[in-house]
């Protein structure tokens, strides 16, 4: 969408995804000339880390969507975690410490330098249970 078809200098917005061409016409009595303008959109699909998630155990299966034309990369904002593999999008998570919330961030990037990204943040709500010793009584 243009802000103003009247103005070579304006702003454009709503771009598609890929290439968008633009033609500009000048007219000056019975004389007219064109050129075109090219703005490529080279944004990724938008990441989608998936829900944040309170959990009962030290460990998370990672289910974001899956990159297309690009290449994703899962790191730890905040909390503890370790990432089974850091470029799939499904990957495993472990090491998530009792009562501290991790946020991890879903990065999808591509050749041209763009990316989008989404957090997810997982809670081990896990509960810590020590009756004590074995007793034998008579």
Same mark, same amino acid.
Not at 19 to 24: P, Q
Not at 39 to 54: E, R, S
Not at 96 to 125: K, M, Y
């Given at each position: ?19 968008? @061409?633009?033609? =500009?016409? /000048?007219?000056? #009595? !019975?004389?007219?000339?064109? *050129? ?34 690009? @290449?994703?990369? =899962?790191? /730890?904002?905040? #909390? !503890?975690?370790?990432?089974? *593999? ?53």
């Amino acid at each position: 969408v243009l802000a103003s078809s009247a103005d070579r200098i304006t702003k454009v917005t709503g771009l598609g995804l890929g290439t968008n @061409v633009f033609k =500009w016409t /000048v007219s000056h #009595g !019975n004389c007219v000339k064109s *050129d075109n303008i090219a703005i490529t959109n080279a944004l990724p699909i938008q990441a989608v880390a998936g829900p944040d998630a309170d959990i009962c155990q030290d460990f998370f299966y990672l289910a974001s969507n899956e990159p297309v034309n690009a @290449v994703g990369l =899962w790191s /730890v904002n905040s #909390g !503890n975690a370790s990432i089974a *593999d850091p470029t799939k999008f499904n990957t495993k998570v472990t090491n998530l410490v009792q009562g501290t919330p991790t946020r991890l961030t879903w990065r999808i990037s591509n050749a041209a330098g763009c990316f989008t990204e989404d957090n997810l943040l997982i809670t081990n709500n896990s509960a810590q249970t020590k009756a004590g010793l074995d007793t034998r009584v008579c």
